[in-house]
């Protein structure tokens, strides 16, 4: 397992945006897939976005696609995601997720496949 912490969060206005960060712990940080996930009050766990490990690897939520970018800097064993665009209904708290995984693996959408998480970072839209 990877120690992950987030960052990055706050409060922002609708059409706002925000870059959430997930520093992990190891050096082996390329050898793990990310993701990241949300849940909202009194709402289940969702996935937002998630990251392969070769670049250019991704998957959105179809609520956030083309509003949000995932990236991933290996060197700095950092995650981002850029939300540009927020909605109301983007508040939440964001939680980074990691795996590892093979080179060629497809992105995972799927929580329960993640084995280390951060704490989370709070995001609220509001006016």
């Known amino acids: 397992q990877v120690q992950l912490l987030e960052s990055g969060g706050g409060l922002v206005q609708p059409g706002g945006s925000l870059t959430l960060s997930c520093t992990a712990s190891?050096?082996?940080?390329?050898?793990?897939?990310m993701g990241w996930f949300r849940r909202a009050p009194g709402q289940e766990r969702e996935f937002v976005a998630a990251?392969?490990?070769?670049?250019?690897?991704?998957a959105y939520a179809d609520s956030v696609k083309d509003r949000f970018i995932i990236s991933r800097d290996n060197d700095k064993t950092t995650l981002s995601l850029q939300m540009n665009n927020l909605k109301p209904e983007d508040t939440a708290v964001y939680y980074c997720a990691a795996k590892r995984a093979i080179l060629s693996a497809d992105p995972s959408r799927q929580a329960e496949s993640y084995d280390s998480w951060g704490q989370g970072t709070q995001v609220t839209v509001s006016s």
């Open positions: 190891r050096r082996t940080f390329s050898n793990y897939a």
């Open positions: 990251h392969g490990r070769m670049r250019g690897n991704t």
